[in-house]
């Protein structure tokens, strides 16, 4: 499948139909959904409807954004008006919202065309996209792996050419993650750029949606659609949105106008060896293309996992009390009292993973542990932050592999959740600071798999790492790999 700028030109010169892109998208998704099952919901009318809105555009003579009849998924955890929104989960299974998220409304203004709604661990919680309550997403470089999560069925749509693009919610690395797991590029930006109105809560402090493509400007291009101030979400930015396409460049020119932190603690043990070779020799690369590398230290960087572990579960645990059965979604009719119908509810409506988390969450948030678990982890959390700070004061961007390893096997770390957790130790720290954060593909394993490098910026410069990630992109071919499986 063609690039948003390759499609947008066939479109304007009438060599293809905004009909024919989408139903060639349709048809992919028909083909190859059996076997990765990135979808939960395919919206074929809805889709084709759009399209035929787009082509009379053309025919009339009107002027088409970049991204009008473009194909794009959206993760099943942003509201879609009329449109089924589980968030992966049973207690959801029957919720068809009454309002429009503002990202989805923002595309539908644009005339992209909405091909479904991508599978995600339940409720964005989990690593590997297993948790959710309907499939299992396959990795499409290998079907016996995994894509990553939570937003595992949005990268790998990407990544099977099911979709020019889509959009994720990254709240310890659901974005970067599943990037980095299936090939692609993967943007999580700064806390507050995109409006989370309508994006179903996990915690709020954290969470923030962004888009997959298998092109850094096609990154920017979705970015700087979505992004921008809403009234409707309280932690919105009022900030202008540059046009991040203005920054791609091949280079660093003059040399040495791009500082690059190499992140030492993200270094050494527990860091697969074949993953820290892709990463060092991506360095490498950023380094010839004219950057000035520089090694950085952020010892705080480690406290990462424990932290987001406490602080996320109690957010979830307070964000999830209003699934009980009464307004919306699943309610368990074997309840002979209310009380019973509410623990019914969410004993058989929520999956284990659910569970798990929301028990953690409300136990650190009780009277007699608050002071000890939620409010110190606040504290970290600020130790964190201000080492960013401090690092960002000697560079520009941060470098860091974007997991620890490649892409495992399904079923491989269900059965222990302290290791799936380990996945996101690369990545949730820059949850926890806000800060804005992007994986791009930097090699492959001796089995095929991708590997992804992670890139940090300061707040609000998602043109920079638009800039760095374009650079290396343009002196590979990491990205232009497909695989087997659409060959």
Known sequence: MASI???????????????????????????????VHSFLHVTQEAALQQARKVDAKIAAGEEIGLLAGIPIGIKDNMCTKGIPTTCASKILENFIPPYES???????????????????????????????????????WDLSRVP????????????????????????????RLPAS?????????????????????????????GPFSRSVEDAAILLGEIAGYDPKDSTSLKVSIPNYTESLKPDFKPRGKIRIGIIKETFGEGLDSQVEQAVTKAVDTLQELGAEIHVISCPRYRYGVPIY?????????????????????????????LLSM???????????????RIMIGTYALS????????????????????DFEKAFQQVDVLACPTA???????????????????????????????????????????????????????????????????????????????????S
Request: include cysteine.
């Open 367 to 386: 009277a007699g542990y608050y002071d000890a678990y939620y409010l110190k982890a606040q504290k970290v959390r600020t130790l964190i932050k201000e």
């Open 102 to 140: 503002t990202v989805t409304q923002k595309l539908a203004d644009a005339g992209a065309v909405m091909v479904g709604k991508t599978n995600l661990d339940e409720f964005a919680m989990g690593s590997s996209c297993e948790t959710s309550a309907y499939n299992v997403t396959s990795n499409p």
């Open 181 to 209: 797991f299936c090939g692609i590029v993967g943007m999580k930006p700064t806390y507050g750029l995109v409006s989370r109105y309508g994006l179903v809560a996990f915690a709020s402090s954290l969470d923030q949606i």
């Open 309 to 337: 572990y406490i602080i996320a579960p109690s957010e979830a645990s307070a964000n999830l009390a209003r699934y009980d059965g009464v307004k919306y979604g699943y309610r368990a009719e074997d309840a002979d009292n």
């Open 404 to 486: 620890p390893m490649a892409a495992f096997k399904a079923g491989e770390k269900t059965s222990d959740p302290l290791s799936m957790y380990l996945s996101d130790l690369m990545t949730i720290p820059v949850n926890l600071a806000g800060l804005p954060g992007i994986s791009i593909p930097c090699g492959f394993n001796d089995q095929g798999i991708p590997i992804g490098l992670q890139l940090i910026g300061k707040v609000l410069r998602e043109d920079q790492l638009f800039q760095v990630a374009y650079a290396y992109e343009q002196a590979t071919e990491w990205h232009l790999r497909t695989p087997s499986l659409i």
């Open 5 to 35: 700028r390759e499609l947008h030109k066939q479109l304007i010169n009438k060599e293809r139909s905004a009909v024919e892109i989408a139903q060639e998208a349709l048809n992919r998704i028909q083909q190859l959904e059996p076997k």
């Open 342 to 356: 509410y623990t019914r509810t969410r004993s058989t409506g929520f999956g284990a993973e659910v569970k798990r």
């Open 148 to 175: 990553g999560g939570s937003s595992g069925g949005s990268a790998a749509a990407v990544a099977a050419q099911e979709c020019t693009v889509s959009l994720g919610s990254d709240t310890g690395g659901s974005i």
